[in-house]
């Protein structure tokens, strides 16, 4: 049994630490967020530069090796900046459809420009109605000679304003819920019959609606195999879950220590807040579950990696528990800030609005409770 | 005990019901029905079609422009204006600064201020807190130094609620020099927001909204007849105030109608793992439950509140016991917030601020109630925090009740 980082590992953690503590202070962001893009090309192309686009990677596809581990603890130091550059949407979720589902070429020219900086992704999967089941897909492609016709609408598409390509989930046959007949589409951005809606997230990020209407495709830029898509976006959605609880986890080490500073310098009754017992409790709490919610995080990540089979009931573990903590140390960490925790004009409000959006993406906490249970 | 309506009782509330069919205006009850926020229009039409029907200042006492309604009247009217979508009362016009002048002011204040309240002519806003005075308010650093006929004010008032929206703020001040014990050094002002040397500043709160306020006040000359009672009695008159200005603090009538929308919202939402309409989020029994655990927590709360008022309405003043109130109110009023933001799902992540406006033409994204789901859950963490946090009335049951 061994907890300890290597030194590569180590190393990626400082780096992106340093980034974090010399370009992502808490103006800096808010200029990132209120900017048109939503995020800066600088930083993304210097991501590229250094390496961090291609962690999530196999060496064999021109990555950096592509563990759990490595994933977590890149994702854990960006969730400590609260970094916005859209790393989940583009490089672990879609990069990571293309690298676990895409022909040697595919692979070859998407993950090359994808990890160079040069290719922006989004993944189109959520429907009005499909809530939390990545099976439920209305929106359908009919193959037509040798292209295919895809017509229907995708909800929240995160990073879906900034993508160059969008992979968009299909039903190329099968009813709305079955698992088989679901086919993954790359479509480009600029295809006829694409309409977009861009909007801001509320906690800071970018995302749109997307509707397609008749649009035509070649069939050659079908992703994976037609109609078994389905294994291969769940793994990925549990790579994806596996991130963001480990970017959470980054958030709330930030949350409970800002909490703990403020409250030693706010003095109200001619003493520090953080003096009064009923507080401290309260803070001791919030470092429990953050500890807590570490050690799950670290569970699943191991377990992705060991490919034993038992990783989407880890995964759905971690981001049930990650999720309760999320919203205690949210909600514990604006309480205990008072109203100042409550605007814009403290990055502690921003860190509690994430901490609220990481519980509801990709599988609710009682979602994903649930799912531990049936598994 | 019995908790049934008389028959004029029952009429009371047809009357009242009928009222609303009639006259709450349909756009603004849409918002409050989809918890959007309101603007000052909707506030001040909507107080000014219950100031004609004599209903505006429902606890005044009549002399002044009440109702005179029995408590149970006013549990009525809480109720039926919930359930039919009317926006709340803003409270620092009517339910505070009134009830200290009329209770506290001289006839000439009354006859000044009082009639501007109720007809909604006149918005107030509260300048209570500062930066370094919040749970601790006593500590109060905003001086007014007297100079001839009046008073000169310096200092910086923060969380104005509304403050951009008004025409006076009732202020507590230090009048009382470093030797005064805090509590006789503070004196009750009004202030008119158009003197010289008052400026607003914006405090954005997280749902993205101007609803806060700095105010600072740079040498602003206040007339001593806008002091209310005695020079150095204005902590005394604030607390006073604030243990019999307790009815409606639970919000049980908001958080019954939030809830009831809350459940039929979750009853057209898809759980995902059914063909569409048939099979909705009320079906998930994890969800089910959690919707149940607050309507119970509610309706203990509910009688919570029926306890207290029956208690006032004999003669006896509510004690510590509306800190019961504040704190068990708020957190069902937020675990609703919540529920909806949970019912949203992915739709609780855009925020389409524009939609907010009436002016809006793009197309809408996602369902109405999802639209402001989170940033309304992320505002009312505020409820928790202001009139006294939680923690504060905590410490208040342990002293005033407990006897720790
Ligand atoms: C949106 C909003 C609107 C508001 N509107 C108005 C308004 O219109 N007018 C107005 O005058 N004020 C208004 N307020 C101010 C509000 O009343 C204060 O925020 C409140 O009194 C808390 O003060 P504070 O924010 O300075 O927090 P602090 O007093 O600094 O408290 C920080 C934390 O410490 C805790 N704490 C403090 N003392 C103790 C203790 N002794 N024991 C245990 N815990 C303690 C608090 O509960 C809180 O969790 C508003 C506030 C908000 C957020």
Known sequence: ?375 | MNIDYSPEELAFRREVRDFLQAKLPPGTRRKVLDGLPLIKSDHVNWQKILYEQGWAAVNWPVEYGGTGWTPTQKYIWANECAMAGAPEVVPFGMKMVAPVIYTYGNQEQKHRFLPGILSSDHWWCQGYSEPNAGSDLASLTTSAVRDGDSYVVNGTKTWTTLGHYADWIFCLVRTGGPGVKNQEAISFLLIDMETPGITVSPIITLDGLHEVNEVHFDNVRVPLENRIGEEGRGWTYAKMLLTHERTGIARVAQSKKRLQTARELASNTSHGDGIEDDESLMRVPSFAQKVAAIEIELLALEFTELRTLSAVSTGQAPGPESSILKIKGTEVAQAIDELYVEIAGYYGLPFVKAQFGGEYEGPWVGPGAAANSAPRYFNNRKTSIYGGSNEIQKNIICKAVLGL
């Open chain 1, 1 to 375: 049994m061994d907890f300890s980082v290597s030194e590569e590992q180590r190393m990626l953690r400082d780096s992106i630490a340093k980034f974090i503590q010399q370009n992502y202070d808490f103006h800096s962001r808010c200029e990132l967020v209120g900017s048109e893009t939503g995020f800066s090309a600088a930083h993304w192309q210097l991501f590229a530069e250094l390496g961090w686009l291609s962690v999530p990677f196999r060496e064999e596809d021109g990555g950096f090796g592509g563990s759990a581990v490595d994933l977590m603890l890149m994702m854990e130091a960006f969730g400590q900046g609260m970094v916005v550059e859209p790393i989940l949407p583009s490089v672990v979720l879609s990069g990571g459809l293309i690298a676990a589902a895409g022909s040697e070429v595919q692979k070859r020219d998407m993950l090359g420009a994808l990890m160079a900086g040069r290719l922006q992704l989004a993944f189109a999967f959520s429907e009005p109605q499909s809530r939390y089941n990545l099976a439920n897909i209305k929106t359908r492609a009919e193959l037509q000679g040798d292209s295919y016709v895809l017509s229907g609408q995708k909800s929240v598409v995160l990073n879906g304003g900034a993508a160059d390509v969008l992979i968009v989930a299909a039903r190329t046959s099968g009813g709305q819920l079955d698992d088989n007949g679901v086919s993954l589409l790359l479509v480009n951005a600029d295809t006829d019959g694409l309409v977009r809606q861009d909007y801001a997230t509320v906690d800071g990020h970018r995302a749109s609606e997307i509707t397609f209407d008749k649009v035509r495709l070649p069939a050659t830029d079908l992703l994976g195999e037609a109609g078994g898509a389905l294994p291969v976006i769940e793994r990925t959605v549990d790579r994806v879950s596996l991130a963001l609880c480990a970017e959470a986890v980054g958030a709330m080490e930030v949350a409970y220590r800002k909490t703990v500073e403020y409250t030693r310098t706010r003095k109200q009754f001619g003493v520090a807040i953080a003096s009064f017992q009923a507080l401290q409790h309260r803070m001791a709490d919030m470092f429990i579950e953050c500890e807590m919610a570490r050690s799950i995080v670290i569970m699943a990540a191991l377990q992705l990696d060991a490919h034993n089979g038992i990783a989407p009931r880890a995964v759905s573990a971690a981001k049930s528990r990650v999720g309760r903590a999320a919203r205690l140390i949210g909600q514990e960490a604006v309480q205990l800030h008072g109203g100042i925790g409550v605007t814009e004009e403290l990055d502690i409000g921003h860190i509690f609005k994430r901490l609220t959006t990481v519980q509801y993406m990709f599988g609710s906490t009682d979602h994903h409770t649930r799912r531990f249970a049936s598994l």
